[in-house]
């Protein structure tokens, strides 16, 4: 089995058009817990493909030539998991609740590839 990292990714257009900072806390609280549950299940189901349960990401950094600078971007966590092809990975992320109930946007896939030479 070939190994994918899915990287979540969370634009706040598609925060806004959720809705997400409109509902009362109530609301929000709610489809928090009914969201954590349905990823939880998600993670239960997935366990035996699952290589690294990943997590949520914090701010960003950027160390090149320039130096260090403090930086944007849409990545808002990640998981590494198995699969037999880049598609059957893919296809574990369709109804994810990082997009279905929660106000992320999508969730890109890309295989882990062997260091040349190694």
């Not at 058009?17 to 928090?32: N, V």
Request: glycine letters at 10%.
């Amino acid at each position: 089995m070939k190994k994918f990292l899915a990287v979540y990714i969370g634009t706040q257009g598609a925060r806004e058009r959720s809705g997400w900072d409109e509902l009362d806390e109530a609301k929000r609280k709610a489809l928090e817990a009914k969201g954590m549950k349905a990823w939880m299940d998600w993670g239960a189901t997935h366990a035996n493909i699952i290589v690294d349960q990943g997590g949520p990401l914090g701010k960003t950094k950027r160390t090149s030539r320039s130096g260090i600078s403090d930086i944007k971007n849409t990545m808002a966590g990640y998981v590494i998991v198995k699969a037999e092809s880049h598609e059957a990975a893919a296809r574990l992320f369709e109804n994810h609740p990082h997009f279905t109930i929660f106000p992320g946007d999508s969730v890109e896939i890309m295989e882990c590839l062997p260091i040349p030479g190694q």
